[in-house]
């Protein structure tokens, strides 16, 4: 993983205020944060390298059901939404996880990148 | 009486709700005159008028008597056949205003929905409504179906229903919900009639009670931000990975609760199935993922 200095400091930082906070709730507090952090860490992992390869058929894994990740590809590009709370039990609007949307995606949220890119990518569509 | 100096805003929060509860029953005590209400009941399943009858604080007692005049409603009232309708057009004469349930039938004409027969004429819903909204002061749609379409405009949708503000071109007051919590019909009405139109938002439902998301609110937050999801139905984590719809659909139920503050669906092991949302229930589906 590369990660920038101030990202590492943060965490350090939530983990000693944790540590020296006096109070329960306080200690809640810094604990939370300190998960946030981890979280977005740990999905950047994704987003910078160890980007998979899928076919169309291994994408049909992941439709999100019985607990399953819900991953969907717009674009050749593979998204991750197990996270996304539009995307419940990996459905979202009578659509289903699992599958290429590119289509459906522009045909409904015409091409917005800003919701694209605020999602983890896992990887791509094998040609 | 130490929490009051630390932070004002605690004090503050106990009292405003007595505040809304001491206004609203002085207003209520201010105003005599009652204004006139007509409920149509159009292509839907009536469940709004019984959902209505469960209300308490006020319950439907109080609402009856001191709150509107319920000219016309073919579930409560208490004559029959032409005569309750002759009831419906004296209303039109005066001023009211006018709650519509259950989504508008337009094919043949509204033919799959009579509701009277006067003068050996069939009237359908379409034409009750049109007749009615042209005069009404306040038009509302209760319901989900007469909000939205619902269920009555679902797929197939063989009777070719539409919503009241899709068919009328004139203001209409959204009040969703399948069946819509009797708080929400009441509290939308009584604005109207002590002080005016409540604030609305870009959907035209009150923002009070439509506001914020299921999830917002919702009491299994903290075991969705942990990343803890129940697998199967009745277990107490969030029912996230189950197809919860709570993230997208916009009711006050996690804190208003249902039956009498009793339980709501989450609290009883349900996903939410955005009941109250656009496109309910054919987008909402599935309702429950495995
Ligand atoms: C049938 C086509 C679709 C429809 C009708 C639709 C509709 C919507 C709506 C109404 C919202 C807002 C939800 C709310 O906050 O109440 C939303 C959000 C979202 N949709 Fe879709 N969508 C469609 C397809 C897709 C596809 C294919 C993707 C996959 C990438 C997607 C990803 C998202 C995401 C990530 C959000 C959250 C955006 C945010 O947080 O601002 N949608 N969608
Ligand atoms: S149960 Fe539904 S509404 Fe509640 S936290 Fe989970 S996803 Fe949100």
Redesign the pocket.
């Known amino acids: 993983m590369n990660l920038k200095f101030n990202e590492f400091s943060r965490l350090n930082y939530y983990r000693y205020m944790e540590m020296i906070s006096v109070y329960p709730w306080e200690k809640n507090y810094y604990r939370n944060l300190y998960y946030k952090e981890y979280k977005k860490l740990y999905f950047k992992r994704f987003k910078n390298n160890n980007l998979k390869e899928f076919t169309l058929e291994e994408l049909s894994y992941y439709d999100g059901s019985n607990g399953r990740d819900s991953y969907v590809a717009v674009d050749g590009i593979v998204y991750d939404l197990s996270l996304e ?1 539009t995307w ?1 039990g990996g459905t979202h609007f009578g659509l289903y996880a699992g599958k290429d949307l590119t289509s459906q995606f522009k045909g409904c949220h015409q091409d917005m990148r800003s919701i694209l890119d605020k999602l983890p990518k896992v990887g791509v569509i094998k040609e | 009486m130490k929490d009051e100096k630390l932070c004002p805003v605690l004090d503050s929060k106990k009292k405003t709700v007595n505040k809304i509860i001491d206004l609203a029953i002085s207003e209520s005590k201010k105003t005599n005159k009652k204004i006139n209400l007509i409920w149509l009941e159009a292509c839907g399943c009536s469940g709004n008028i019984i959902s209505l009858l469960n209300a308490d604080d006020p319950d439907i007692i109080f609402f009856l008597e001191n709150m509107v005049n319920l000219t016309y409603n073919n579930s409560l009232m208490r004559k029959e056949g032409e005569r309750a309708f002759e009831v419906f057009l004296k209303t039109l004469e005066t001023e009211f205003i006018l709650v519509v349930e259950g989504a508008i039938s337009t094919k043949e004409n509204g033919f799959y929905n009579v509701i009277a027969k006067y003068n050996n004429k069939y009237i359908t819903g379409m034409e009750a409504v049109k007749m009615a909204a042209d005069k009404a002061k306040y038009v509302l749609s209760v319901g989900s179906c007469a909000s939205y379409g619902g269920p009555s405009a679902a797929r197939p949708n063989p009777s070719e229903s539409i919503s009241v503000p899709d068919f009328l071109d004139r203001e209409v007051i959204r009040v969703p919900g399948c069946p819509c919590h009797p708080t929400w019909i009441i509290g939308t009405l009584a604005h109207i009639i002590y002080f005016d139109k409540p604030k609305l938002d870009e959907e035209n439902r009150p923002v009070i009670f439509y506001g914020v998301t ?2 917002d609110r ?4 903290s ?2 931000e942990k990343g803890l999801f129940a697998e199967k139905l009745g277990e107490k984590e ?3 990975k189950l197809g ?1 719809r ?2 997208i659909t916009r009711t006050v139920c996690p804190t208003m609760e249902w039956n009498s503050r009793h339980n709501w669906p ?1 609290g009883d092991n349900t ?2 199935i955005g009941c109250a949302r656009e496109g309910f229930p054919d987008s909402m589906e599935p309702f429950v993922r495995f």
């Open positions: 709370a419940g | 299921i999830h919702c009491e299994r937050r075991y969705f969030c029912m996230f919860c709570g993230p989450i996903p939410c």
